[in-house]
């Protein structure tokens, strides 16, 4: 019997590091994209080209892009919030080139400085550049369900947004509850309000686990078909401009889930859950991961 796949888009060498309070060497950023390109992952976030004033910790991704080993199966991935940052990526030739905005107004002036409407606008000649080159574009969207400043969003606001994206060229669409508060009625509501917009195999899930929902809301998007979700190796993360905002939802922990589920990632979560456990040692923290703990107490 053939098992359903499901995509893991790798985010916590770039969501996740971008929240160290001490930035993490290319070398180790590099061991790390290589070590879980090994145990099986196809898409990795390498990092980001955006200020060094506003986040010093990614200011050397251009360096782990030139050192990670390409593999013509594994996609190398970066965020870029605005044209300059779109040189960097093409300059190191990332697979995918990610934009990203907010549904909420107060959120997205306080990560990127501008409006939703002027994002859009900025992101006009970067969709644009990186589709002339070749690229995949991935348009992520922050705060689909809640805003630590303007409370919950409502799942037409969001469309609104999703809309406009896929008007400019965007392939695919990462939904982010950025500070962790859905639950799966809330995820039902907004892919009611989402899927109508694109192929289901175009729109991606991003959870963040700080009230403990990140499994319940992955496994209420499985059942209505979802087939991508973006995760963070130990549950790395957090968010500079979302206080309390606790780590991206742990690949570890949906790794477990998926395999239960009986689904295809080609991931060997043995040999992921030793990158997470490396990491977690070199930044001097505890594993947040249920099932890496679980896995290292075997
Ligand atoms: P600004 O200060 O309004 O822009 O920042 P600016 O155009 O005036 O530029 C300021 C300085 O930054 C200038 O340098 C530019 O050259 C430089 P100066 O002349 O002062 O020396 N600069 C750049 N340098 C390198 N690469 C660039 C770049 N652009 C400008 N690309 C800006 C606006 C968008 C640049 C800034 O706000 C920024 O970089 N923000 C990034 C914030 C960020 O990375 N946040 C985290 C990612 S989003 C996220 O984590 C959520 C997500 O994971 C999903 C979820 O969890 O919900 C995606
Ligand atoms: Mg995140």
Redesign the pocket.
């Known amino acids: 019997m053939t098992r359903e796949k499901v995509t893991l888009v790798e ?1 916590g060498l ?2 996740g590091l ?1 929240n160290e309070s001490t930035p993490v060497s290319a070398d180790n950023r590099v061991r790390w994209f290589d070590a879980l390109a090994d145990a099986g992952m196809k898409r990795i976030e390498a990092g ?8 010093p910790q ?1 200011a050397n991704t251009d360096e782990v892009m030139a050192q990670i080993q390409r593999r013509p199966d594994v996609s190398a991935e970066v ?4 044209t ?2 779109l040189e ?1 990526a093409l300059a190191c030739d990332a697979d995918v080139i ?1 934009v ?1 905005t ?1 549904a909420s107004e107060t959120f997205n002036r306080k ?4 409006s939703i409407a002027e994002s859009i606008e ?1 992101f006009q000649p970067v969709v644009a550049g990186a589709r002339a080159a070749g690229k995949r574009v991935r348009a ?5 369900v809640g805003c630590p400043y303007e409370g919950r969003i409502a799942p037409g606001q969001v469309a609104d947004v999703v809309k406009q994206l896929l008007e400019l060229g965007a392939d695919e669409v ?1 939904l ?3 500070i962790g508060v859905a639950r799966p009625r809330e995820v039902h509501a907004l892919l009611d309000a989402t899927l109508p917009l694109l192929p289901i195999e175009n729109l991606a899930l ?1 959870c ?1 686990d700080t009230r403990g929902q990140a499994i319940a809301n992955i496994y209420a998007a499985l059942d209505r078909g979802v087939r991508t979700f ?1 995760s963070a190796v130990a549950g790395l ?1 957090g ?3 979302a206080k309390g ?1 606790t780590g ?1 939802v742990a690949t570890e922990d949906v790794l477990y889930l998926l395999q239960g589920e009986g689904f295809e990632t080609g991931v060997d979560l043995d040999a992921l859950a030793r990158v997470g456990h490396e990491i977690c040692e070199v930044l001097g923290r505890s594993n947040p991961s249920r099932t890496g703990k679980a896995l290292a107490a075997e």
């Open positions: 985010v770039r969501d971008q980001s080209f955006v200020s060094p004033r506003w986040v990614m965020l870029v919030p605005n300059k940052g960097g990610a990203f907010a990560n990127i400085n501008c900025r992520y969207v922050s705060c689909v990462s982010g509850d950025t991003h963040h973006d993360g968010c500079p401009y905002a991206n």
